[in-house]
């Protein structure tokens, strides 16, 4: 079974007076949707548009695992155990708040940055923050997430090029840039699909495009 969500239809957020643009494929905040509350161990999968010298101000997390993609400039981050970082294009970034920790994002540079970040239920709650920046990751190397029972793939791939989807009890895919196929579906950039029991399933690039991959377990 899939559902389509279009970039068109998430939920905007944010502030854009302070530079901040947000659009949400869950529910959050103000535009509370309790159908679209969560898929899998996915809680969230925001795309973030933030303009030079724009950033989210230190605030909590507890209790959930965050991993951000950056698509263009880079990001800022600042955290209350010690960690500060540019997280660049290619990198992941993964913050485990786990108990609690708090955080700061900004862009420092001169230019525009944009980024995904998502965020993921753990198995179990609780537990020490820990923080990691895989640099430069490749297509063929997935990240393992173990403690959400998740695996995030990145696919880059050139027009015409065909990937196979990970077999898994649910997976959600969201189109970074350029456009795919995926079991008959166009998918263009901000545009996600959620895949309940995906079994023989490969996505087609149409462009070259950008696609990142949760592969995640039923629990």
């Known amino acids: 079974m899939m559902s389509i969500q279009r970039a068109g239809d998430r939920y905007p957020g944010g502030d854009p007076e302070a530079g901040i643009e947000t659009r949400h494929a869950f529910s959050f905040g103000a535009s509370y949707d309790p159908d679209n509350l969560r898929f899998g161990a996915l809680l969230a999968c925001n795309e973030e548009r933030l ?22 400039g880079e990001l800022t981050h600042h955290d209350s155990a010690g960690h500060t970082t540019v997280v660049r294009p290619g990198d992941v970034q993964r913050l485990s708040s786990a108990r609690g920790v708090r955080h700061e994002e900004r862009n420092d540079a001169d230019v525009p940055l944009i980024f995904v970040q ?25 990240y393992a997430l173990p403690g959400a029972a998740s695996m995030l793939h990145v696919r880059r791939l050139a ?6 989807v990970p077999d898994a009890d649910r997976v959600y895919a969201h189109v970074v840039r350029g456009t795919v196929r995926l079991d008959g579906e166009e998918l263009a950039p ?6 309940t029991g995906a079994g023989n399933l490969a996505l087609l690039a149409t462009a070259d495009a950008e696609v990142l991959l949760w592969e ?4």
């Not at 965020?119 to 997935?142: C, F, M, N, Q, R």
């Not at 027009?159 to 196979?164: I, L, P, Y």
């Not at 901000?190 to 895949?195: K, L, M, S, Y």
């Open 216 to 219: 995640m377990r039923a629990r």
């Open 118 to 142: 998502m965020w993921l239920a753990p198995l179990e709650p609780g537990g020490d923050p820990s923080y990691e920046i895989v640099p430069g990751i490749a297509d063929s190397t997935p």
């Open 159 to 164: 027009a015409g090029e065909r990937t196979a």
């Open 51 to 72: 303009a030079p010298g724009a950033g989210f101000a230190e605030h909590p997390h507890s209790h959930t695992e965050i991993v951000t993609w950056v698509v263009e």
């Open 190 to 195: 901000g545009d996600a699909a959620r895949v």
